[in-house]
């Protein structure tokens, strides 16, 4: 089958990091995001992707290339301007096959897509949404369900006093080409808002994947979760297989008294030095540095970053090639940009800032989780 993937989303929440590349190339552990995702389809049976692109496609494109990397053969579909998430695959109409999986590009989760699409098969229904539960359905899409798989009804980004289950629609479809004549052409459309509603009682179903894992990475906290449950194995990708051997990769240069915990990665051409403590969930990448002394814990090092003696780094990103002073802190999901130098001594974030503060109060060149 076929895997159209919506690739369009600026990824706001993730600036700095989204501000240099598009949240679909942000490495996760050893690879771009969107490289899980192309991995994931293809363990389905899904080697033929389409990519609905939006935003900076041009850089996707270029790392991505025709996907044989990553075991699938792309076909790219540009956007004039968003069409939103019916009106890009109403865009890629041409290149769809009778019976395809819509997918939203910005997941990170190992769901068992062919027992869902089986599950399609087997109730010849219209579209089935893969729903997980989760604990507050209130930023996802809704869903009420039948005991025979049947939804009864849809609500996107529903409001306190309509949430009556757990279940949310996880962005994963399998569709009938036939969906396509419910989607007007030429302007944007949501198919959360536009499509869905009128599909309840019409062949709209759903196939709950208990005990998978799924997570939106969209904010630091969760891109900094995500890359560590990547490294821990608590979501299945083809990231594991590299670890097989231990986290320091092959042409690393770790000291022999720094310490690397098991649920680490350290890549090639990576420098770790002497009593530099290196935790769970941390990815050192090529050609970044750590100074003896250095604790690190859920720390994201991106290629070329350096980071000094004696500093100390948890739950945060440190952008391409930029620099850690010595004995400087840097906590709390912040994101250091690409290039960025900070001073030695520096405390990173500078004050405690509360979940829900505006963005703007955090430093210029980094930014906590903040609510957008
Ligand atoms: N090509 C293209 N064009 N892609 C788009 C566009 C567009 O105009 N708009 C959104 N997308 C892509 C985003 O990049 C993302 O990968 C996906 O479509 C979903 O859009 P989001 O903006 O991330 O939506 P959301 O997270 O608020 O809600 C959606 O996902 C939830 C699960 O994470 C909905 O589908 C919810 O119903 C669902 O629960
Ligand atoms: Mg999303």
């Known amino acids: 089958m076929q895997a159209v993937i919506l690739v369009g989303g600026k990824g706001t929440r993730l600036r700095p990091l989204t501000s240099e590349r598009p949240k679909p190339i942000v490495p996760v552990a050893d690879r771009p995001f969107l490289a899980h995702m192309l991995e994931w389809v293809a363990r389905h049976g899904m080697t033929d992707v389409v990519l609905c692109c939006g935003f900076r496609s041009d850089a996707v494109v270029e790392v991505i290339g025709d996907g044989s990397q990553y075991g699938v053969h792309v076909t790219w579909v540009f956007e004039p301007e968003p069409r939103g998430?019916?009106?890009?695959?109403?865009?890629?109409?041409?290149?769809?096959?009778?019976?395809?999986?819509?997918?939203?590009?910005?997941?990170?989760?190992?769901?068992?897509?062919?027992?869902?699409?089986?599950?399609?098969?087997?109730?010849?229904?219209?579209?089935?949404?893969?729903?997980?539960?989760?604990?507050?359905?209130?930023?996802?899409?809704?869903?009420?369900?039948?005991?025979?798989?049947?939804?009864?009804?849809?609500?996107?980004?529903?409001?306190?006093?309509?949430?009556?289950?757990?279940?949310?629609?996880?962005?994963?479809?399998?569709?009938?080409?036939?969906?396509?004549?419910?989607?007007?052409?030429?302007?944007?459309?949501?198919?959360?808002?536009?499509?869905?509603?009128?599909?309840?009682?019409?062949?709209?179903?759903?196939?709950v994947h208990r005990g998978a894992y799924w997570m939106d990475i969209g904010t630091p906290e969760r891109y900094v979760q995500g890359v560590a449950d990547v490294l821990s194995g608590a979501v299945r990708t083809a990231t594991l297989d590299r670890l097989q051997d231990g986290p320091v990769m092959a042409g690393a240069d770790v000291d022999p008294t720094a310490v690397v915990a098991p649920d680490?990665?350290?890549?090639?051409?990576?420098?770790?030095?002497?009593?530099?403590?290196?935790?769970?969930?941390?990815?050192?990448?090529?050609?970044?540095?750590?100074?003896a002394g250095a604790s690190l814990d859920r720390a994201v090092l991106l290629p070329g970053a350096r980071v000094g003696a004696r500093a100390e780094l948890s739950s945060c990103v440190i952008g391409a090639d930029a620099a850690i002073g010595d004995a400087a802190h840097v906590k709390e999901h912040v994101i250091v940009g690409d290039g960025v130098q900070v001073p030695a001594a520096t405390r990173l974030p500078e004050v405690e800032v509360a979940e829900d503060a505006p963005a703007a109060e955090a430093p210029a060149a980094t930014r906590p989780i903040a609510a957008d």
Do not use: C
Not at 180 to 202: F, K, T
Not at 268 to 288: D, E
């Open 85 to 207: 998430t019916a009106g890009a695959v109403k865009m890629a109409e041409e290149h769809l096959q009778e019976r395809f999986m819509l997918i939203n590009g910005d997941v990170l989760t190992d769901m068992d897509l062919s027992a869902q699409i089986e599950a399609h098969e087997r109730t010849g229904a219209v579209a089935t949404l893969a729903l997980v539960p989760v604990e507050d359905p209130s930023a996802y899409g809704l869903v009420r369900l039948e005991d025979d798989g049947r939804v009864r009804g849809f609500l996107e980004k529903p409001k306190a006093e309509d949430i009556d289950t757990d279940l949310i629609s996880a962005g994963a479809y399998v569709l009938e080409r036939s969906i396509m004549d419910m989607i007007p052409a030429g302007r944007e459309v949501s198919i959360e808002r536009e499509v869905w509603p009128h599909l309840v009682g019409e062949g709209l179903y759903g196939h």
């Open 264 to 291: 680490a990665l350290v890549e090639a051409g990576a420098r770790v030095g002497a009593g530099a403590r290196i935790g769970s969930g941390t990815v050192v990448g090529a050609g970044a540095s750590v100074d």
